[in-house]
């Protein structure tokens, strides 16, 4: 079958979250391809498209996306051939191992027949909690977003974000970080429900489905009574985290940079495995040296949209207009 290149290339690159890194179910690295459809699936996320190529079986992700992305013609040739994917150009062929035999369990995902409207806000709300969820397993729900029926939160046991917004959801569920962040960049607009997975969906077809967990979630209302002295960010600390990222951000496990505060000064740091980052900045405090961890990248939006936070009780605190942060201070030894 003879098909285009890039709406090809662009439909394979949509369904990459669905991919496992390593192996964990057998073709789970793989793109499955059956029933017209492009589909991936590593037990926390599945990806199905439309894909009709006349083919069915599972093939290699990596080297069917690197070598279809350095063709350069407009339109490919794409056949099943004896154990292999074959991909034909001028003068230029490739053959992929293709296994005829579908082995990952990518039917065992329901898909629904129903879908709602999903807000535009739901967006920036997984963008913004999505930076204050843990990476320690030992602590399953905190590795996870918190989506309520009237918020979605996150904690890591040293910080806390929740986004007022009512989507329309039946039960409150736990969902993976890891897997829900995508929806971030892939412009979903509908949402819907099944009985252990949250699916979305975009206006090129394409299906995220994330595994959903029903488990209790640490109830976090009593922060919000915190009061304390209020303070303002100085102009330019974003532009500090920004360089600083440079290094944190080689920390993929924790992107964080360190921000420090003493007599009139605010010192922010970035460190990573090749290098480091810190700049001061004056600043109108007047308390005792105190430190906090925080995502680059959700400092640069609180200076953005809010600038002002309270500190008390050993947090500092932000409340905005469309989402609270909080986060745990730690005294500094002068």
């Not at 994917?85 to 490739?94: F, N």
């Not at 942060?325 to 500094?332: P, Q």
């Amino acid at each position: 079958m003879i098909v285009n290149r890039e709406e090809l290339l662009q439909k394979l690159e949509l369904i990459r979250p669905g991919l496992s890194p390593r192996e964990i179910i057998e073709q789970s690295s793989s793109i499955i391809f059956k029933d017209g459809h492009a589909k991936t699936y590593n037990d926390e996320i599945a990806c199905s498209i439309e894909c009709k190529i006349g083919v069915e079986g599972a093939v290699q992700a990596l080297p069917l996306i690197t070598i279809i992305s350095k063709l350069e013609e407009e339109t490919i040739k794409i056949n099943q051939g004896e154990g292999e994917l074959l991909i034909r150009g001028k003068r230029r062929k490739a053959g992929i191992r293709m296994d005829h035999e579908i082995l990952l369990p990518v039917d065992c995902v329901e898909i629904p027949e129903k879908w709602k409207k999903l807000k535009p806000e739901f967006t920036e709300a997984i963008r913004i909690t999505q930076q204050c969820t843990s990476t320690d397993e030992s602590r399953f729900e905190l590795t996870c977003i918190h989506i309520n029926k009237k918020f979605i939160e996150a904690c890591d046991r040293f910080q806390f974000a929740r986004y007022p917004i009512k989507i329309g959801i039946k039960n409150s569920a736990l969902v993976r970080s890891s897997s829900i962040k995508h929806v971030v960049n892939l412009n979903m607009s509908e949402f819907s429900e099944s009985e252990d997975w949250i699916h979305f969906r975009n206006e090129l077809g394409l299906i995220l489905s994330c595994r959903q967990y029903i488990e209790e979630y640490p109830n976090m209302d009593k922060f919000f009574d915190i009061s304390g002295e209020a303070v303002s960010f100085p102009k330019g600390l974003k532009q500090a985290a920004d360089k600083a990222e440079v290094f944190s951000i080689e920390n993929t496990e924790s992107n964080q940079v360190t921000v420090e505060l003493s007599s009139k000064k605010i010192k922010i740091t970035g460190k990573g495995s090749s290098g480091w980052y810190s700049e001061i900045k004056k600043f109108n405090y007047e308390g005792k040296p105190i430190s906090f961890l925080i995502s680059p990248k959700l400092l640069g939006e609180i200076i953005n949209n809010y600038n002002k936070c309270e500190i008390a009780r050993g947090v500092l605190k932000v409340d905005g207009e469309s989402f609270t942060y909080i986060t745990c201070l730690g005294e500094i030894d002068e």
